[in-house]
């Protein structure tokens, strides 16, 4: 797909994710509308050192979304990846690949280690292939990279 373009978010605000947060609800998840009510609240905004949100858009329509937090559930310098989501119509075209790439080069700098949780088989796959280890018995960590 040409035309992607993966860039950090300044503002989720000036973001328009109707269209990614009315998808996401009918498929079931959560997530988004977190990142959302996370946001306004002021609970996350990504905004902490070492910490962002990437979109990807192709022209000018969001298609994907994800972001690096410092993990909230760790003392060591770990970070985890947060809130990805495809629309549909995008997904197996390399969009979350690049996304989750944006998040890895930007981890490797600050962290040393990247960590998420995942219960979506095929998430757990995806993650796989971009060099994540799976991890069991950790109910906060279902994968981790090592920097």
Same mark, same amino acid.
């Given at each position: 797909?040409?035309?992607?373009?993966?860039?950090?978010?300044?503002?989720?605000?000036?973001?328009?994710?109707?269209?990614?947060?009315?998808?996401?609800?009918?498929?079931?998840?959560?997530?988004?509308?977190?990142?959302?009510?996370?946001?306004?609240?002021?609970?996350?905004?990504? +905004?902490?050192?070492?910490?962002?949100? &990437?979109?990807? /858009?192709?022209?000018? =329509?969001? $298609?994907?979304?994800? #972001? *690096?937090?410092?993990?909230?559930?760790?003392?060591?310098?770990?970070?985890?990846?947060?809130?990805?989501?495809?629309?549909?119509?995008?997904?197996?075209?390399?969009?979350?690949?690049?996304?989750?790439?944006?998040?890895?080069?930007?981890?490797?700098?600050?962290?040393?280690?990247?960590?998420?949780?995942? +219960?979506?088989?095929?998430?757990?796959? &995806?993650?796989? /292939?971009?060099?994540? =280890?799976? $991890?069991?018995?950790? #109910? *906060?960590?279902?994968?981790?990279?090592?920097?």
């Amino acid at each position: 797909m040409t035309n992607l373009i993966v860039h950090e978010v300044a503002d989720l605000n000036a973001a328009d994710l109707t269209e990614i947060l009315r998808e996401s609800t009918e498929e079931g998840h959560r997530h988004i509308n977190r990142l959302l009510r996370e946001y306004i609240t002021g609970t996350n905004r990504f +905004d902490q050192e070492s910490e962002a949100l &990437f979109a990807c /858009r192709m022209d000018h =329509r969001l $298609i994907g979304i994800c #972001g *690096l937090n410092r993990d909230p559930y760790a003392e060591a310098n770990i970070g985890r990846v947060r809130r990805l989501y495809v629309l549909k119509e995008f997904r197996g075209h390399g969009v979350g690949r690049r996304l989750v790439e944006a998040v890895i080069h930007m981890a490797s700098s600050h962290y040393s280690k990247l960590v998420l949780k995942t +219960d979506n088989p095929q998430a757990s796959e &995806f993650y796989k /292939r971009l060099g994540f =280890r799976e $991890i069991s018995n950790n #109910g *906060l960590v279902t994968h981790e990279l090592q920097f």
